[in-house]
């Protein structure tokens, strides 16, 4: 493809109301996107009615076109690629998909052909044992030159992203906004470390806002680039569910990790492994769909109290992977709450204890 | 023929001699008064002619004429009818004036002839006893009140015919009864720490915020008994001393709270103001100032239930007597300051809904409970030195209530309270500084000082907690109170580590650093 045609492609990528079907549908049509660019001049206009519909707007968003044209000469300036796919690059299963995205706005350095790619996506009011898992199925599978392809969101995304980024960082980011903008904001130094180790990818313009209907667009993305999806944690109605539905579609694996029946956070897996899902309890059965051998894990485990005071051992028995009020802790440990306190700060400095909320404590895996 | 009685007008909480000057002259008759009067002093011209016809007494009509000095200074209230009346009556001869030199005279008239209760009756008092007064007389409704001020003995008077007969005869003496001595033990209905069940964490904070007088934030879902410990924190606190019983007492008098059936308040003052208070109801105002509730809550609790509900400029109020103990209010005629020594303690839900951090119920966005939370500006959260949690309480706990376990009541807490208090007034004899946590910079140099291990204690939790200079002064008052109520002398480790258990919740709602 010419460099003019990429042009015109992006062109009509930044024009509001055209998808992804429509543009691939109009091009296998027309043959060129400058044609498609400039449909209203050409006769082609009254071969179908639905042109009408295209042309007009196209003819709303030609009034941005310079705006749009520099926009697309200082994208190098922004360390932003667009990737269409006619290039190289571009993720090979996204193009098995019904609706892959023409345009692809990239930052950081894109899985190279061939490499693996699995989907971790859970919920975003997530607990202590789901992001404990997320995490360590991201390290896990980064570690043995896996790709993780998560949402960045908050919760389990972010864990999954951040397992990934601690043993090599091979982690690809599906935004729901444009590139130059990092939503949720709290995740600003985790959106700068993707970028710079794996890649920031988002099929809506630099500038464009988190609007709530990107989000459930951009799962088709996370599905779509991985060959198989791991959910983690999520509630009977969530957009976890919707992403292990796409994935079903596309005809990816989908695969859900455990939790208790009475954990509304895990209600939503539980389902899927009851509806056919695989049950995915370590990283190691993901590597085993990949014919990759298990490695020695570290596995994820309760730690033993040793090395503890008393009245921490004492403390720490009382506590659970769900998180506990402190008055619970205070009742059963038989302790007083200046001394409770006391213990599980120091636990927490130690590293066994994780405080989920102002006064909730939990094991830490 | 003239006439000149002493009264005292009140400004502020504070005192001042007024001179009740009359006249009764030749002339077109009629009743005229000056000396820059309020509206419900100007009215006691109609009172005061009525009562004396009522009385019985027969005025003949001349010109009278009546003055209240110092003329540049605004009188108001209702106390001046009867010195007004006494004036009146000694111009026309009817009452002897040999006495009048040395007594101050205080109150209300009705149409009847019969003397009502006023306010700030404890004020007057202690103004006449300052004066140099022989007598004080003041409505016999106020006669306890009026006496509890001190040395100067107190009349009490219930119509004009007796204020007549005081000034012939000398008081009567059903009418200069002392008070007799209180009963020890009150029997009120005071609410007790027992009737909360559960949440011994916030019981531990609102006992060592009682301790040291620190100020205390609750946060917890709806119905965790928030209110509830707050209320019952002043039944923890030591007994008031006569000093303190005086100087609330005098301004609940001026307000016109003092009960009836008792000379002095009692109870340490709860205050709990609705949260759409306005800034005056707050602070202090009126255009003759009255007190507001920072002072009224003074020497106890000033309760602010539902703080982020509570306008922007009611919370900033609260910075300025927060620092300086009391409050400055400045009107045209000058400035008056009103005692402000009180502990806040302030309750907020997390979230809209309340069920924050239970993300299980809580269905507030993340938006919504950061808007909710930071109509508590940081300033105000700098200030609060422990900040609690309750939690929804298990149906069991409830359900088995009093039976099964016997929760601490009042008065056990109390001891201990005291014996911290006991320990403070001691370190601080000879300093201005009466708690730990009014304590200055060099106070806490020389109290607080920290040992090898201590000091590294202190520093983890200074980084891991992302403090400030102030956050950390902050952390070592209250590990003080902490170690006072352990009995402990110096600040152990984890006394420190307790302190910083209650201060981590500004972290986890705020972010950030202490500041």
């Not at chain 1, 993780?148 to 990934?164: K, P, W």
């Not at chain 1, 008393?310 to 992977?321: A, H, I, N, R």
């Not at chain 1, 200046?338 to 939990?362: D, H, P, S």
């Not at chain 2, 149906?395 to 039976?403: D, I, Q, V």
Request: charged share 25%; glycine share 10%; hydrophobic share 35%.
């Amino acid at each position: 493809m010419t460099e003019q045609e990429k042009q015109y492609l992006y062109l009509l990528c930044r024009i509001k109301g055209i998808g992804a079907v429509t543009l691939r549908r109009l091009w296998e049509e027309l043959g060129s996107f400058q044609s498609i660019y400039y449909i209203e001049e050409t006769d082609e206009m009254k071969k179908f009615p639905a042109f009408c519909r295209v042309a007009q707007k196209i003819r709303l968003g030609r009034s941005e076109q310079k705006k749009t044209e520099e926009e697309y000469h200082s994208l190098s300036e922004w360390g932003i690629q667009f990737i269409t796919p006619f290039d190289e690059n571009y993720p090979e299963k996204l193009k098995e998909i019904y609706d892959p995205p023409m345009g692809l706005w990239v930052r950081g350095k894109l899985p190279e052909k061939g490499c693996h790619t699995a989907a971790i996506v859970g919920a975003r009011d997530h607990t202590e044992y789901g992001r404990a898992m997320a995490e360590w199925f991201g390290r896990e599978l980064s570690a043995a030159g896996i790709w993780v392809v998560s949402g960045m969101a908050r919760g389990i995304d972010s864990a999954a992203h951040r397992g990934a980024l601690s043993s090599g960082g091979k982690t690809a980011a599906i935004l729901g906004c444009g590139l130059k903008i990092c939503y949720p904001r709290e995740n600003y130094r985790l959106f700068q470390e993707i970028g710079e180790t794996g890649c920031l990818i988002s099929e809506f313009p630099p500038y464009a806002a988190p609007a709530a209907g990107n989000f459930p667009m951009r799962n088709r993305i996370i599905s779509g680039m991985s060959d198989l999806v791991t959910v983690v944690e999520a509630r009977e109605k969530s957009g976890s569910l919707i992403t292990a539905a796409l994935a079903l579609d596309q005809g990816r694996e989908v695969l859900a990790v455990p939790g208790r029946s009475t954990d509304p956070l895990s209600a939503g897996c539980n389902r899927l492994i009851k509806s056919g899902a695989q049950l995915a309890d370590s990283p190691g059965d993901l590597l085993e769909i990949f014919s990759m051998k298990r490695q020695s894990e570290r596995m994820v485990q309760e730690k033993n109290g040793k090395g503890l005071a008393k009245t921490e051992k004492m403390v720490y028995s009382c506590l659970d992977l769900q998180p506990k009020f402190l008055d619970e802790i205070i009742q059963q440990s038989g302790l007083s709450p200046g001394a409770c306190m006391g213990a599980l700060l120091e636990l927490e400095w130690k590293g066994y204890v994780v405080r989920t909320a102002n006064q909730y404590y939990g094991k830490k895996l | 023929m003239f006439c000149r009685v002493n009264s005292i007008g009140i400004a502020g909480i504070e005192g001042y001699l007024v001179r009740v000057e009359a006249d009764v002259s030749n002339g077109l008759p009629g009743f005229s008064m000056v000396g820059y009067l309020g509206s419900e002093v100007k009215e006691a011209r109609d009172r005061v002619l009525t009562a004396l016809k009522n009385s019985g007494y027969s005025c003949p009509p001349r010109k009278i004429t009546v003055n209240l000095s110092p003329g540049d200074r605004k009188k108001d209230g209702t106390a001046f009818d009867l010195p007004i009346a006494v004036a009146v009556l000694g111009a026309y001869g009817v009452v002897p004036k040999d006495k009048l030199e040395r007594v101050v005279i205080a109150g209300e008239l009705g149409l009847s002839g019969e003397v009502k209760r006023i306010r700030g009756c404890l004020a007057i008092a202690a103004a006449a006893e300052e004066l140099g007064m022989e007598w004080c007389c003041l409505p016999e409704g106020n006669r306890r009140e009026g006496q509890a001020a001190g040395n100067i003995p107190v009349a009490g008077v219930r119509s004009l015919r007796e204020m007549e007969e005081f000034l012939k005869y000398g008081p009567r003496a059903e009418n200069i009864a002392e008070a007799e001595p209180e009963e020890e033990e009150e029997s009120e209905d005071l609410p007790d720490f027992s009737d909360v069940i559960g949440q011994p964490h916030m019981k531990r904070a609102a006992e060592i915020a009682a301790a040291g007088m620190h100020n205390l934030l609750l946060m917890g879902p709806a119905g965790t008994g928030k209110s509830m410990t707050a209320r019952r924190i002043p039944t923890i606190m030591p007994p008031l001393t006569l000093e303190e019983r005086r100087e609330i007492s005098k301004i609940y008098s001026i307000c016109g709270l003092m009960p009836e059936d008792r000379p002095l308040i009692r109870t340490r003052p709860f205050r709990s103001p609705h949260h759409t208070a306005t800034v005056q109801a707050i602070a202090g105002g009126g255009r003759r100032p009255k007190p507001g509730e920072v002072s009224l809550a003074a020497g106890g609790v000033l309760f602010l239930d539902e703080l982020p509900e509570f306008s922007r400029s009611v919370i900033e109020l609260l910075r300025q007597p927060m620092e300086d103990r009391s409050i400055v209010v400045a009107r045209v005629h000058g400035a008056y300051r009103f005692p402000a020594d009180f502990m806040l303690v302030a309750a907020s839900n997390p979230c809209p809904c309340g069920f924050f951090p239970d993300r299980n119920r809580c269905r507030c966005t993340e938006r919504q409970v950061k808007t909710y939370l930071n109509r508590i500006s940081r300033p105000i959260l700098d200030r609060m030195d422990l900040i609690a949690e309750a939690a929804p309480i298990p149906y069991e706990e409830l359900a088995a209530g009093k039976g099964s376990r016997q929760e601490e009541n009042s008065e056990s807490i109390r001891k201990r309270v005291h014996a911290a208090w006991l320990i403070q007034k001691e370190r601080y004899q000879g300093l201005s500084v009466r708690f730990n946590s009014r304590m200055g910079r060099g106070e806490l140099e020389q109290f607080c000082a920290l040992g090898r291990e201590e000091e590294q204690t202190m520093k983890r939790i200074y980084e891991q907690e992302e403090m400030s200079g102030r956050g950390r002064d902050r952390l070592l008052k209250v590990a003080r109170t902490i170690a006072d109520l352990e009995g402990e002398k110096r600040i152990c480790r984890e006394h420190l580590l307790e302190a910083a258990g209650y201060r981590r919740g500004v972290r986890f709602y705020w972010g950030g650093g202490w500041d």
